[in-house]
């Protein structure tokens, strides 16, 4: 390729004895083809060129390079493989600098490590984020990151995916040094120019020597290897382990090869495919047509209704963002009780060493709390999260219309009411939105926003950038009953506990979830929350329950007894001492038996297959509803809302990637399947049962 052809992502200037390499490849210089191709005719022409000494490679904008371009995993590979073009970086006879701003990750930080030395700017990031994804670095990343730090580091580093500060990198010998200022380039040239002048000696990471004590080395993948054990499911953590035994075991070129063996492996495994399905579908899911169209509402001052299990969470979650908290309780005794939940999260930090009192006290200084509504006066931004109780909420809607300033955003972190009737009963409905947070609130990444009929699109806006804000994970919904994740859940529950009554133990389906991927499975999601809110909202809707559908009643005869979970030490399970981990109860299993006797039910085996093909059927099914009633804007926003509130796990990438994979027609033959049984809970939804005439799946959704 000459200069010419490259010229748009990778382009080069000698400037006097150094040829500068600048990677310009928009958003985040990622290691497309191009680049790849643009990065050996930048080596060759430094070769030629007689009056270039040494090479500075430095990325255009904020990074040096995010990487392999992910976008084209799963595609038909093109040539150049980045390992020869980190080969041929390091094989040059001159010596290469990389200069490095912004994010050194996973290919970039081995295009680094192919370079002879190594500077990185302030608040560069440098790491190999690769098992994030499923794979394990691609490119030298196993082999030459040990021979720079040890084994040890390297092992950490690349299992944990974190990004280094340059200061650590330095530390642990990853770079060689730290420049001042904002320009990495004109750091790379200072460097390579002094390099020059001292007739510096190219040298080429293959040949360094931190694995030189192969005893140390060894202890540290045994050590590794003990800890990736305990990660079921994954594949890629244990090949980084191998590939690191490789480094040790192997000459360079051989372990390369074996590490460029395993990289293809992870590559064209579902796990990988889930990941990287999950990577993007984040970043699409921050992005709504309201942000597209309208801009978000400045707020620096926000208002908290309610100081209980979530309207303390909520507060600190936004103290944490470093923004000022006003929270408002309905009378003294609850502002004391309001004020005591946040703290005791702070309490809890101080005492595993995280926090100490004074950075308490100067979040503290942050926060008040009252029971006037008044104190609201200057907010900008306000968020309700007091009882749920439609009656509650508007007497609350009615106080913040009668004191917020005009263009306060309201939000309602209600999980079934509807909001078009709470925005509907103040005079500024255009101001109210749905901010629908997880317990526990400053923990959990999710946050769906829910739509209103008429709200204004820079409020949507506004909630958006609160969650970039607090960090959360944003997925955009509409409003129905428990939106998209309660919605959904609300059906995969009721299957679990219709296998339940069927014939499989609660404990058996737990297991099964487990082993399918989720940190706990429903029943002892219930003994965690606590089985007295569901059932209070079950004695509510009674009235209104179509008394033909099936009612399974073992959860009423367990809270009849009082045996609510975790907090009164017996739930599905038994607490005793208030263990974390629950043990069957035999008491339980017998009123599950007298359940079946009652309701006529012939108990039957399960297989654990069937018990995820059911209760997965069930989430796809409701998924599928919920993208075809515009619920949620496409399946991926399902996948989302599952990985971040709900324990889906993250390498299936969520419910919907997870259909893709198993394949439509199969879930939907499932689902006809159980409909023999029961055609009034199984019914296809129209949208799967369209993409399967039409042979498409979710993932097309996804696209559009
Ligand atoms: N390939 C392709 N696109 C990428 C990318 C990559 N490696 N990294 C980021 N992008 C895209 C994002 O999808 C996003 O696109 P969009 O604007 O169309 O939504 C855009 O770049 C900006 O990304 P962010 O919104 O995440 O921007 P931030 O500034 O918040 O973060 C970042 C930048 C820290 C670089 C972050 O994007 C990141 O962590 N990227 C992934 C890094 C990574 O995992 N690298 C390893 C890749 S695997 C590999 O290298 C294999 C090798 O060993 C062979
Ligand atoms: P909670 O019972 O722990 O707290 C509610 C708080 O609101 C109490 O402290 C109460 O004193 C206060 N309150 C009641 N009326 C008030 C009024 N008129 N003015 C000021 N404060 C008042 O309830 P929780 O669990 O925090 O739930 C609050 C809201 O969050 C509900 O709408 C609930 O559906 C929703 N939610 C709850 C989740 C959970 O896991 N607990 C998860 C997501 C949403």
Not at 23 to 52: S, W
Not at 149 to 161: M, P, R
Not at 465 to 484: M, N, S
Not at 486 to 493: E, P, S
């Amino acid at each position: 390729m000459t200069q010419t052809e490259s010229a748009d992502v990778v382009r080069w200037t000698r400037q006097d004895r150094v040829l500068l390499v600048t990677i310009d490849y928009p958003p985040v210089n990622a290691l497309n083809v191009k680049v790849r191709a643009g990065l050996i005719a930048a080596m060759d022409a430094a070769a030629a060129d007689d009056a270039v000494k040494a090479v500075v490679l430095v990325g255009q904008g904020a990074n040096f390079i995010a990487g392999a371009d992910i976008r084209e995993f799963g595609k038909t590979p093109l040539p150049p493989p980045l390992p020869e073009v980190c080969a041929r970086i390091e094989a040059s006879t001159k010596p290469v600098v990389a200069a490095i701003a912004g994010a050194a990750l996973g290919g970039g930080l081995e295009v680094a490590l192919s370079a002879h030395y190594r500077v990185a700017i302030e608040g560069a990031k440098l790491g190999l984020p690769e098992v994030a994804l499923g794979l394990l670095p691609g490119s030298g990343g196993t082999q030459r990151l040990p021979r720079l730090t040890g084994a040890e580091f390297a092992l950490d580093v690349i299992l944990s995916g974190r990004h280094l500060t340059p200061k650590a990198a330095q530390a642990a010998g990853v770079i060689d040094r730290v420049a001042d200022g904002s320009d990495a380039a004109a750091a790379g040239v200072a460097y390579a120019n002094e390099l020059i002048d001292a007739n510096a000696p190219v040298r080429p990471t293959r040949d360094a020597q931190g694995l030189a004590d192969k005893a140390a080395a060894q202890a540290a993948i045994d050590a590794a290897r003990q800890k990736v054990a305990k990660l079921r499911g994954l594949i890629s953590p244990s090949r980084v382990v191998d590939a690191v035994q490789a480094a040790v075991d192997q000459p360079f070129d051989e372990g390369m090869r074996t590490e460029r063996s395993f990289f293809l492996e992870c590559l064209d495994s579902p796990q990988r495919a889930g990941l990287v399905h999950a990577f993007f579908a984040e970043r699409e899911s921050a992005k709504s047509p309201e942000t597209r169209e309208a801009k978000p509402r400045a707020f620096e001052k926000v208002g908290v209704i309610g100081g209980g299990t979530m309207g303390a969470g909520i507060s600190v979650a936004v103290l944490d963002a470093g923004l000022p908290v006003v929270m408002i309780e309905r009378d003294d005794e609850a502002v004391a009780r309001g004020r005591a939940n946040v703290e005791k999260v702070y309490d809890g930090l101080i005492a595993k060493g995280r926090m100490d009192a004074e950075r308490k006290a100067a979040i503290l200084a942050r926060f008040s709390a009252s029971t006037s509504y008044d104190s609201l006066k200057d907010v900008d931004l306000v968020i309700e999260a007091v009882f749920e109780e439609m009656g509650v909420k508007k007497g609350v809607f009615a106080e913040l219309d009668r004191v917020l300033k005009p263009g306060a955003v309201i939000g309602t972190n209600t999980s079934y009411l509807d909001i078009d009737e709470i925005a509907g009963s103040i005079s500024r409905p255009e101001d109210v939105v749905g901010l629908h947070f997880f317990s526990p609130a400053n923990i959990m990444k999710l946050l769906e926003i829910v739509v209103p009929a008429k709200v204004s699109k820079d409020v949507v806006a506004t909630a958006f950038e609160l969650a970039k804000k607090l960090r959360k994970v944003p997925v955009r919904a509409k409003v129905c009953d428990g939106f998209i994740g309660n919605r959904i859940l609300a059906v995969y529950r009721q299957a679990a506990d219709y296998m339940m009554e069927d014939g499989a133990s609660p404990y058996q389906i737990d297991k099964a979830l487990r082993e399918f991927g989720f940190p706990m499975g429903p029943f002892q999601v219930s003994d965690l929350a606590g089985g007295d809110i569901g059932w209070a909202t079950r004695k509510r809707r009674a009235a209104t329950r179509d008394p033909n559908a099936r009612y399974v009643q073992i959860a009423d005869r367990i809270c009849e007894r009082g045996w609510f979970g975790q907090k009164t030490q017996r739930g599905y399970y038994l607490y005793p001492q208030g263990a974390r981990v629950g043990q069957p109860d035999p008491e339980v299993e017998a009123i599950i038996d007298a359940e079946r006797e009652r309701a006529g039910v012939t108990p039957r085996a399960f297989s654990d297959d069937e018990i995820v093909r059911r209760y997965m059927a069930a989430m796809i099914n409701e998924g599928a509803n919920v993208v075809h009633e515009g619920i949620a804007l496409r399946p991926l926003d399902v996948d989302v809302t599952f990985v971040h509130g709900y324990g889906f796990p993250r390498w299936r990438g969520g419910p919907m990637q997870y259909a893709d994979q198993v394949g439509l027609d199969k879930v939907l033959a499932d689902i006809r399947e159980f409909a023999k049984e029961d055609s009034r809970f199984w019914k296809p939804s129209p949208l799967l049962e369209s993409l399967v005439a039409k042979g498409e799946n979710f993932a097309s959704l996804n696209k559009a």
